[in-house]
């Protein structure tokens, strides 16, 4: 037998599977670009004032650090600037989640074992997600060129700037393939290879904001900036991020031939035999079950507000730069202050983080039942309503948390590198603090969801954010107003700093946040598990 | 004293598709009972409804006296359940599973964990994501065995035990039933129901179609017999309860109701037997019997009893 009969098998089984979450992640990821085009078209009509930003943008180290340096004054030069890292940072997590996902997920979960009984090559399962992954890739690339070129970017740029985002996806995927090799779980080759994305992410910013040149050189990302899309195109660099994607599918699937099914290559560390004494509740249990996401998430709190703090430095300058950008910043900051306004805009985007994980985690609650984990919990004296209560209580407490973290780390870096003391500090907090209600809304229409109509919880609380989101990108930089902005609870929090606290909308986004809630321990107490 | 487990009538649907369809079963305190049905039948849907995960749409639930959804967690203090399909949290240890459950139960007993962790031959440092699935099966039990309760429902908990370690199982729920244990055991392998079970409920699309201790099941079924006579056999097939005869020469087999089973006898001896084998039947035929399609009453011989002929 091939190692790779069933190969097109698989791959139309995961199509099968795949068509919605696939269509989602490219609708998205193409929408990024397009939201980004449109909206610098609109800032800077006719190319007016973009010297002034390129200026900015080169200099600001902070800017450096999340997008990387400007190739060219033009309206290509920003969306590349903008698009580039960021846009392999997205594809390269679709990549990555696409790739475990039909590899070692489904070989934990017994799927794969399944499909191998029946006459399926060794190498099948392997080739047919590298093929699905990478055809992903392409058709993304498609769209978002495109986009572009439809809405106006000239040709050859376009091109040189998607083939960089999607090499980087390319590269990725073959990274993932590697790791699900060498991990013997889908979340620590997700762990593995998401790591590593964010690494590279970080090596490049580290080159780009602080140097040397050459350690931006050590990343692909990087290498996908180097291409400089809108300068001077330097299309070898390319061969570097197809040169390694090839080479590191072939090494996954040497590594593949060298394993058992279902085991790793890295070893598995023994645990304790015995429980602490303090693991003896449902909300221990829920603690221990959430606490390396909460690390992980912390962590991006210290880095996400300590680079947007940095940055508010040059924010004014970048004001200058164009009329537009000043109307949208200080239209959804509701102040003159351009750097009080740049911390809504910055709070804002804190609230959104802080929605996805409180989201992510309430719909623990979803997984756990689904997989079977909930019923022995339920058998013993566990009640639904404890059960449910301890996934909520580290939902809320992390959300906090988080926000907290974020806007200390943002005044921290803000008042370290301009001016300000303690209470500078104090008010990007609270800046970051009123965000808290609208978060736990939509952590309370995920309990809501998830206790009253299950099957459409994962779904609908994604969705609901994804919406929120949108309503976000529209409202900053498209500068429409609509209703999708009045159904976010985002639009409804105060604009802090710079502008008078109204306690009226924290306190009904707080009741609207306890009722979802409420409303779904009750759908929980009632409905039949599983 | 109020059975451990009644249930009347009991109904439940999944939209369109119906699970139970006026299920009974009783279970006496202090019996170990066999819960037997293929796939699909309704067992594992019982045992939920049992332990209020789902709510009945009809019918009457009764478990320890209580009523199984509204006192649940009451309930709960007082059982132990191992589900057929085990999922744990990976990242936790056998060991702290095994805890955990015990813990928000009420309680273990740490030496039986310790005495049943080497029984099972259970390493409780492995993280559960590195459990086989009959590891994940040790570690259930360990847990609902530790612990100190009146009831066990079990749902099929043998499925991924090698034979060895099904003894051990066998031993601890003879044990369990010494200290007064109830068990209510949902299983497919017949050998163990037989082996363990006081009394047995076997239902078949959500029905229960046949209960009672195994004598009295036996009772309502076929005895295989076959022999060899010292001259050729006549009437026996006008013989009432007679299936499944085959001749050849002297020799003879057939399937017979075990009330008509002395008729067929006092024929045979009139014919002079030379050697005779009688075979009660198992549990295996008085379940094939009922799943093979026709329920109580079936007169048609089935497979089983073509099989064991061809046997005996």
């Not at chain 1, 040059?314 to 949208?328: D, K, V």
Request: charged letters at 15%; glycine letters at 12%; hydrophobic letters at 50%.
């Amino acid at each position: 037998m091939s190692t790779l009969a069933g190969t097109g098998a698989l791959i139309r089984l995961a199509l099968r599977r795949d068509r919605t979450m696939l269509a989602g992640w490219i609708y998205g990821l193409t929408g990024f670009v397009a939201a980004t085009v449109y909206g610098f078209k609109k800032l800077y009509p006719g190319g007016v004032g973009i010297t002034i930003f390129a200026a900015t943008a080169s200099t600001n180290s902070a800017f450096l650090a999340l997008y990387g340096p400007m190739y060219g004054i033009s309206l290509g030069s920003l969306v590349a600037w903008r698009d580039t890292a960021v846009g392999a940072l997205g594809t390269g997590l679709f990549s990555v989640f696409l790739m475990v996902r039909h590899t070692r997920a489904d070989e934990e979960s017994g799927r794969l074992e399944l499909l191998g009984s029946a006459p399926v090559g060794r190498h099948a399962a392997l080739v047919s997600a590298l093929v699905i992954t990478c055809c992903a890739n392409l058709v993304l690339g498609a769209a978002m060129t495109g986009v572009a070129i439809v809405l106006g970017l000239p040709v050859t740029g376009t091109v040189a700037m998607v083939a960089a985002i999607i090499g980087c996806g390319l590269v990725f995927t073959a990274v993932a393939a590697v790791a699900a090799q060498l991990a013997s779980t889908a979340r620590a080759a997700r762990g593995l290879a998401i790591g590593l994305l964010v690494g590279f992410y970080l090596v490049r910013a580290l080159g780009d904001a602080a140097g040397p040149r050459w350690v931006t050189w050590l990343s692909p990302i990087g290498w996908a900036e180097e291409i400089r899309a809108f300068g001077t195109i330097r299309w070898w660099v390319l061969a570097l991020l197809a040169v390694t994607a090839v080479g590191l599918a072939v090494v996954a699937a040497v590594l593949a031939v060298h394993r058992d099914y279902d085991a790793g290559l890295l070893p598995q560390r023994p645990g304790s035999p015995q429980a602490a004494p303090s693991l003896r509740t449902p909300l221990a249990l829920a603690w221990r079950l959430h606490r390396a996401a909460l690390a992980a998430w912390l962590v991006l709190a210290l880095v996400f507000g300590g680079v947007f703090g940095a940055a508010a430095k040059g924010i004014q300058s970048l004001a200058r730069s164009s009329g537009g950008m000043r109307h949208a910043v200080t239209q959804l900051g509701g102040t003159s202050q351009f750097t009080d306004a740049y911390f809504v805009l910055v709070m804002t985007m804190v609230g959104l983080f802080a929605a996805g994980y409180a989201i992510s985690t309430v719909l623990r609650l979803h997984s756990e039942e689904a997989d079977g984990r909930a019923d022995p919990m339920l058998a013993t004296g566990t009640g639904r309503l404890a059960w449910g209560l301890s996934h909520l209580a580290v939902a809320w407490a992390g959300t906090l948390l988080f926000v907290l973290v974020t806007g200390l780390a943002a005044g921290v870096g803000f008042v370290a590198t301009a001016a300000g003391g303690g209470s500078e500090v104090g008010r990007i907090v609270a800046a970051a603090l009123v965000q808290v209600p609208a978060a736990l809304v939509l952590a309370g229409l995920a309990a809501a969801l998830f206790g009253l109509v299950p099957r459409a919880s994962v779904g609908g609380a994604w969705s609901a954010l994804s919406v929120v989101v949108l309503a976000f990108l529209v409202g900053t930089l498209l500068q429409l107003s609509h209703w999708i902005l009045d159904i976010s609870p985002f639009t409804h929090v105060p604009k802090l700093p710079g502008s008078a606290v109204s306690p009226a909308p924290l306190v009904w986004l707080s009741v609207a946040a306890v009722l979802l809630t409420v409303a779904g321990l009750a759908g929980l107490r009632r409905r039949d598990i599983g | 004293m109020t059975d451990a487990i009644d249930v009347a009538g009991l109904r439940k649907s999944y939209g369109k598709t119906v699970a139970l369809d006026g299920l009974d079963l009783t279970v006496a305190p202090g019996e170990v009972h066999g819960f037997l049905g293929p796939n699909g039948s309704g067992k594992t849907t019982t045992i939920r409804i049992l332990l209020g995960l789902l709510r009945a749409d009809g019918g009457t639930a009764r478990l320890l006296g209580g009523d199984p959804w509204a006192q649940a967690t009451e309930l709960h203090h007082r059982l132990a359940y191992v589900p057929g399909d085990v999922n744990l949290w990976p990242n936790l240890t056998g060991g702290e599973v095994i805890d955990l459950l015990g813990r928000l139960r009420g309680g273990l007993d740490v030496r039986r964990r310790a005495s049943l962790l080497d029984r099972f031959e259970l390493n409780p440092a492995v993280k559960a994501r590195a459990y086989s699935k009959g590891n994940r099966q040790k570690v259930a039990l360990v847990a609902a065995l530790a612990s100190d309760v009146e009831l066990l429902l079990l749902d099929e908990p043998t499925a991924g035990l090698d034979p060895l370690m099904e003894a051990a199982f066998r031993a601890c729920v003879r044990e369990g039933r010494s200290l007064g244990r109830t068990v209510l055991l949902s299983s497919h392998i017949l050998s163990e129901v037989e082996a363990l079970c006081d009394r047995v409920t076997i239902i078949r699309l959500g029905r229960t179609v046949e209960t009672g201790s195994l004598a009295d099941l036996r009772h309502l079924t076929r005895t295989s017999v076959a022999a060899e006579l010292a001259a050729p056999p006549v009437g026996l097939d006008r013989l009432a309860g007679v299936h499944g005869l085959e001749v050849e020469g002297t020799r003879m087999r057939c399937e017979v109701d075990t009330e008509e089973l002395d008729a067929l006898l006092k024929r045979l001896t009139e014919a002079g037997v030379r050697s005779l084998t009688c075979q009660p039947p198992t549990l295996e035929q008085l379940f094939l019997r009922h799943y093979s399609g026709d329920g109580p009453g079936a007169s048609d011989v089935t497979a089983a009893g073509e099989r064991d002929g061809a046997v005996a």
